[in-house]
């Protein structure tokens, strides 16, 4: 079974950027694409993008489409999340999670393996 981790998470003002990593080790074969999941206190997760990690298709939620950019580095093994123009209602632990299917989804349910979760803070 594929691990991941998350890293890069952190302490920003209102307008800042940054960036997650999400580094895959273990059975990565199987993997075929990798969502990036986020959850604020007191609320549901919810889904952010994913990526196909072949053909390097993409998907947003609508809230971060013109801010956020989901890529990959297969040679290393890891997913990124280039965050921008990042707000308070962004604050939340940030979750990546890999599938083995080929379509991209904004189902946690469908996403296999999950990290332990990066925690970002936007302070206004």
């Known amino acids: 079974q594929v691990q991941l981790v998350e890293s890069g998470g952190g302490l920003v003002q209102a307008g800042g950027s940054l960036r997650l990593s999400c580094a895959a080790s273990?059975?990565?074969?199987?993997?075929?694409?990798i969502g990036w999941f986020r959850q604020a206190p007191g609320k549901e997760r919810e889904f952010v993008a994913a990526?196909?990690?072949?053909?390097?298709?993409?998907y947003y939620t609508d809230s971060v489409k013109s801010r956020f950019t989901i890529s990959r580095d297969n040679a290393k093994n890891t997913v990124y999340l280039q965050m921008n123009s990042l707000e308070p209602e962004d604050t939340a632990v940030y979750y990546c999670?890999?599938?083995?299917?080929?379509?991209?989804?904004?189902?946690?349910?469908?996403?296999?393996?999950w990290g332990q979760g990066t925690q970002v803070t936007v302070s206004s």
């Open positions: 273990g059975g990565t074969s199987s993997v075929y694409s």
């Open positions: 990526i196909s990690l072949s053909s390097g298709a993409t």
């Open positions: 999670a890999a599938r083995p299917g080929w379509t991209l989804s904004a189902s946690s349910t469908l996403y296999l393996s």
